[in-house]
């Protein structure tokens, strides 16, 4: 915190230069800079700009020769963003190291910005220097704050690919390139649980406070709309919190669904939500409610999204089976397509049952668990 309020002077000052009083708000403004805009778009989609001739918030000097860029009210001091060319796939890793721009900017624009080096602009668009009305767009993730800057370092950026199929099950874990996780204002807030879908999640803690800091997003493609169930996996593990909230953003809405992580290890279905090609997002942030000074955990780990079935008729008169269906989503759907995912080694291993326990080279554990659990294992042709 004491980095932070150091750069929020020094951040004001550069900044308040540029507030053009009046204007209306069309972004996400931070709670202590109404004048910045805060929100990370979901789709990661920026215009860039460029800046050179000035210091910066974070300290040092926009001299045009290295990886720079804004913005530290968005990421952190010394965050470091993966920068693409959708168009060209070009990537350079760049370093935050300033403020802004002004919230007035981005209105102007029409989108968030990332103001950059020229350095940016010539590597990704072969141009001297970019201004926000070029409409150069690019496609901006945090990367490890150790990412080697320029071209160099964007091999340890990753795309994500992973789109949700129209049949069977589709899972992202924390691993895949589609989950990302980053901070507002905190540095190194995140440590490795050591279980959880594929033997691994991560946490920070939960804070009290108006606004989440850190935050970790799944984000979803499809391959066709319709409505699917979206369950997260919750790994086993001490003093989680009480107070997760999923916000899932879907065809044009975003809802919020809580869940006592303390009280669930394994899958929990957070609910049947409509989803349309555009693509969503699934995000969960640190604002849990509880006092940092409590330590309690805020797990992320693995989403799961399958088409949900319509039964109109059972949905009406039935008891809801929730645990069963928790567990064994396609125990009904013993078509083709479910054999590979069921005979998946991390599949199984990644299992609630099998946290902490698993073993890679089990590969019938799945199917005869769901044998014994009623499923539809006994049609499965034996493993090769
Ligand atoms: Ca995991």
Redesign the pocket.
Known sequence: MAMRWKTTLAAAALAVSLLRPGDLAACDRCADFDFLCCDIPADNLYVLTSFSGEGMACGGTADGTWYYSTSWVRWYCDARLAVTNPDTGECVVVQVADAGPADWVEENAGMPIIDASPLVCGDLFDSGSCGWSDMFIVHAVQVPDDTPLGPGGCPAARVCETVVAASGETII???DACFTKGCRESSGAWWDVGA??????VFTYGIDAAEGDCWGRWELKFEAAGNYDVSV?V?DTADKTQGASYEITHAGATDAAPLDQSSTSGWAVLGPFAFDTAGGQIQLTDRTGEAVSLRKKVVF??VRLAPAVPTPDETAETAEPVPDEAELPDGTDAGPETLPETADVPDAA?DARYDGGSDPGDDDGGLSDNALEGGCACSFPPPP
Do not use: L, M, R
């Open positions: 874990d924390d691993t959880g879908y594929g033997g691994d999640a996996h790994p780990d693995a990644g």
